[in-house]
């Protein structure tokens, strides 16, 4: 039979067994801490390493690893930055039941008016109401900046409401039109100058073609009937350089026109085609009050 004595020793063993054990598991977690939260803190991740100094700073971590960890978490907390964020409907109206979230993670299940820790750094901030469409807004938190108000407007356009599974997507005409296009109502006045040129070239031709008749009918009667012995060889030069000056005018006015003036029936059509409203389908999502509603259709 077991005495009470041994009884009593043996729980006594085991006690102290324990204790060591849990002892030992605590120092290991305060060592472990401190590690975490210097490697946090070298990262940036200001919160991560505040929680894991608040882990090595207690009482039943060694006075070394205590110690560090107690200064440590001073600097973190000066270092950490911090918001206070405030909400209101479309009337103006404060509004408490508000889900904060930072970068996808829960900062905040409603608002009480007190500050928010947050790192250092660009992060993204969704805000979640009853009844309306969350809002998302991208913020830049300054390191060591405290009590930074950002103010939401759940019915307004402070930040960019963003409704979930909701997108927009629709079917633009292209617009971009040349250097040439966008001077004289965007159509080019290259193809007017070729076509002038050649109606120009044609009217010489037609005035030089009457003054020739005329000189060619003095000429015969200057000189009497071919062959022509008594017309000087100046008179006949003159004659024969006019009428191959005519020919040039009349060459340059046909291809002048014949450039120029289909030139102008196309760029005309193409215009005109620009000006007429898009053509194809297109697919359009807007959020209501329900949810998304997506509607399919086309122009033509």
Known sequence: MISIRTLAASTLAMTVAFANAAHADDKADCINAAQNGQSSRVDKKLTEARDAFLVCSREVCPAMVRNDCVKWLGEVDAATATVVIRARDASGHDVVEVRVLVDGKEVAAKLAGTSIAVDPGQHKFRYEAAGVAPVEDMVLIAEGEKGRLLR?????????????????????????????????????????????????????????????????????????????????????????????????????????????????????????????????????????HGGGVGVFGSTF
Do not use: M, Y
């Not at 006045?189 to 003095?218: K, R």
């Not at 040039?248 to 102008?264: K, S």
């Open 152 to 288: 939401v407007d759940l019915g307004g356009a402070t930040a960019t409401p963003v409704a979930d599974s909701v997108a927009t997507a629709t079917s633009t005409p292209n617009t971009t039109t040349s250097d040439a296009d966008t001077s004289h109502g965007g159509k080019s006045p290259v193809p007017w100058i070729i076509a002038g040129v050649g109606l120009a070239g044609l009217v010489a031709f037609g005035i030089t073609e009457i003054l020739l008749q005329g000189e060619v009918s003095s000429l015969k009667n200057g000189c009497g009937a071919q062959p022509n012995p008594h017309c000087s060889d100046s008179d006949l030069s003159t004659a024969k350089t006019e009428r191959t000056l005519a020919e040039i005018t009349f060459g340059v006015g046909l291809v002048g026109l014949a450039v120029g003036v289909p030139w102008i029936i196309v760029q005309t059509l193409s215009h005109k085609k620009a000006d007429a409203p898009a053509q194809g389908t297109f697919v359009d999502f807007r959020a209501t």
